[in-house]
C-alpha cells in the first residue's frame, strides 16, 4: 500500500513563529504536493515539487515556502505564522493523471494564536 | 485553464435514497477526472477515475460516474445512500497544458444522510 504520511495531526503555534510541516511518501513519487485546506474554498495548491531540490509555486504561495532535499520527503515552511494559516494542511503525491492517482497524506490540522 | 464547479456545498438525502453530486468540468481537451472522497479527519481517498476508456466509470462503495463531454459534466451518483456515504466529496480535473502533473479540485461538497 502507497503511504503518505505527515509529521504532526494536529499542531498549536504562536504567530511569528517558524513551522515546519514535514511529508513523507514511500512509493518513489517524483511528484509531491502541499495543499491547503478551508471551509467552502475546497483544496488550494500552496506549492508542488517534480523532482529533488525542484519546486513550482501552486496558487497561493504567499506565506510559505517549501524544501525537497530527498526524493521521499516534502517539507512545508512557514516563515512567521500568522492566524490567517489557521488551517487543515494536506500532502499529497502521485506519478502522473495518466498512470495514477494522489496519494494524500492524514493532514494536519494547524493553529495559529 | 482547467476548472471545476461542483453545483451546491452541501447535499442532503434519506439513506437508501439516490446520491447524485454535480461535477462540471472546463478542459480543451478530454482531460482525467478524479473524484475524491475525504472523512472526517482523514485525507482524500480516490474513489473513481475517468481515464477516457468507457464513459461509465465504476468506484469503490457503490458509486459510480458518467463522462458527458456534450455537457462537460462528471456526475456521481450511487442508487441507495448509506449512513457511511457522509463525507466530503471532491471533484478533480487533471491541469492540462501547464507542463506539470498537477490537479485542480473543485470546492467539494459534502453529502449528509439522514436516517
Known amino acids: 500500500d502507497v503511504k503518505v504520511t505527515q509529521s504532526s495531526r494536529y499542531l498549536v503555534k504562536r504567530t511569528g513563529e517558524k513551522v515546519f510541516l514535514e511529508c513523507v511518501q514511500d512509493?518513489?513519487?517524483?511528484?509531491m504536493f502541499w495543499y491547503r485546506q478551508d471551509p467552502g474554498l475546497g483544496l488550494r495548491l500552496i506549492y508542488f515539487?517534480?523532482?529533488?531540490?525542484?519546486?513550482e509555486k501552486g496558487d497561493i504561495p504567499e506565506g510559505y515556502s517549501v524544501s525537497r532535499e530527498k526524493k521521499e520527503r516534502f517539507s512545508l515552511i512557514l516563515e512567521s505564522a500568522s492566524t490567517n494559516q489557521t488551517s487543515m494542511y494536506l500532502c499529497a503525491s502521485w506519478t502522473s493523471a495518466r498512470e495514477d492517482t494522489q496519494y494524500f497524506g492524514p493532514g494536519t490540522r494547524l493553529t495559529v494564536l | 485553464a482547467q476548472s471545476v464547479t461542483q453545483l451546491g456545498s452541501h447535499v442532503s438525502v434519506s439513506e437508501g435514497a439516490l446520491v447524485l453530486l454535480r461535477c462540471n468540468y472546463s478542459?480543451?481537451?478530454?482531460?482525467?477526472l478524479f473524484w475524491y472522497v475525504q472523512y472526517p479527519n482523514q485525507g482524500l481517498q480516490l474513489l473513481l477515475k475517468?481515464?477516457?476508456?468507457?464513459?461509465l466509470v465504476k468506484g469503490i462503495n457503490g458509486f459510480e460516474a458518467e463522462f458527458k463531454k456534450s455537457e462537460t459534466s462528471f456526475h456521481l451518483t450511487k442508487p441507495s445512500a448509506h449512513m457511511s456515504d457522509a463525507a466530503e466529496y471532491f471533484c478533480a480535473v487533471e491541469a492540462v497544458g501547464t507542463g506539470f502533473q498537477k490537479l485542480v479540485f473543485g470546492t467539494g461538497t459534502r453529502l449528509l444522510v439522514s436516517p
Open positions: 475517468y481515464t477516457s476508456a468507457a464513459t
Open positions: 512509493m518513489d513519487h517524483e511528484n
Open positions: 515539487s517534480y523532482d529533488v531540490k525542484m519546486k
Open positions: 478542459s480543451s481537451v478530454p482531460p482525467y
